[in-house]
């Protein structure tokens, strides 16, 4: 649940800024159907609000030499708070790492991997998750074809 409670004014500016963020405040008050100076102030709201954490340009994954994709699944060995943390801290220091999630199940940590090709992969592997501290089984699910990627959350279907 949002700290602050979003209507459906807000809802139509972070549907609108997901699929074109850079939209200009004019282009996205019209779009929202507001007047330039309002628009602009809920925008900044939401931003300070942590709603909206950011803009960024998407880029193609094989088009910056990043063609493999790989869904790990991590179980570790204890699930001290210091323990945890430490693994935690070096997860999140990987670049190749672009997404990591605690998760229930078969895995304690679900990471999402991108590397240029298998052999890079390979290496990651072997030189770096398998060092991890309390790592005690690593599953690896290779991405075919990417049939959706970041899309955007359903912010409509909440109004």
């Not at 019209?30 to 809920?42: G, M, T």
């Not at 803009?55 to 790990?72: K, S």
């Not at 501290?133 to 279907?157: C, H, M, Y």
């Amino acid at each position: 649940m949002p700290r602050r409670r979003l209507d459906v004014i807000d809802r139509r500016i972070l549907a609108a800024l997901q699929r074109d963020a850079r939209l200009s405040n004019v282009q996205l008050a019209e779009e929202v159907n507001l007047s330039p100076s309002p628009c602009l102030r809920r925008v900044r709201m939401l931003e300070e609000a942590g709603v909206i954490r950011g803009y960024h340009a998407g880029l193609d994954r094989r088009e910056v030499g990043l063609g493999l994709t790989v869904f790990v699944g991590i179980k570790v060995e204890r699930h001290h708070e210091e323990q945890a943390n430490a693994f935690r801290d070096a997860i999140i220091a990987l670049p190749e790492v672009i997404s990591a999630h605690l998760v229930s199940g078969e895995s304690d940590f679900l990471l999402q991997v991108v590397v240029p090709d298998l052999a890079a992969y390979e290496s990651f592997l072997t030189g770096t998750l398998l060092r991890l501290p309390w790592v005690s089984d690593i599953r690896s699910n290779f991405a075919i074809q990417t049939v959706k990627d970041n899309g955007p959350l359903p912010l409509e279907q909440m109004e």
